[in-house]
């Protein structure tokens, strides 16, 4: 079944309706184990591409207590597909496990991690209507800073999406924080390459105890995802109206 709303003017109601659903149904999604098969999605289909950050030998961040930032990223990426599927979203995922297959010649860290990011922007770019949401946790050496940040790429329609998504965490889960959504940085290499509008998600500080509590809880994970959820909703009600 599909549900059709008209979500330009109703984001805050979605965004309620998706985290009733969630709290009642979904309380504790597992990440799908099982490897999506790359289906060729049409030309006009929309699909949500949810990169889950780093996996492999690449766990990106890691707090004082050990926990690892790709870990984080997955099981939120894994509650994003599980949520989108309830609303009949097309999804597709970067990685489904901490695993990954790389290259015989990949035979150094670095070498790694380039050939993982080479063939990500490859996904992502054979999409003919995809917007990628890239999932990642922030670290600073200071514990104190703290909150979500939501930083874009320079292809059209990143902006829009990442200021609906910026404004949408930080009024939801982090209202003290005056950081704003901002252009990615050009170094890096995977939002620089790909061609959809993309955003990258700082879900917050793991470096900061209190927010990594939170970042690994099974129900701020959750409230995560429906919210980026929601704005992508949102962009793509908006895209339309544009379009229409
Ligand atoms: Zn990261």
Known sequence: MFLTFKFRDAAPLCIALTLILVVFLLPEYPVPDTAEAVSVFSENEP???????????????????????????LSIAGRLEAMAGLFGVETLMTRESEDIDYPDDADTISKMKRADQNARIQLINSVPNGVLISIHQNFYPDSRPSGAQVLYATTDGSSELGEIAHTAITESLCPDSRRVAAPISRDIYL?????????????????????????????????LAALLLTSYLQYEGASETMLA
């Not at 699909?47 to 492999?56: C, K, M, N, S, W």
């Not at 004082?64 to 930032?69: L, R």
């Open 47 to 73: 699909v949500l591409i949810i990169d889950a950050g780093h996996g492999g030998a690449d766990g990106g961040a890691v707090a004082a207590d050990g926990s690892v930032e790709s870990v984080i990223n």
């Open 191 to 223: 939002m620089r390459n790909v061609h959809c509008p993309a955003i990258l998600v700082e879900c917050g500080f793991i470096s900061n105890a209190a927010e990594l509590q939170k970042l690994q809880s099974g129900p701020y994970q959750t409230k």
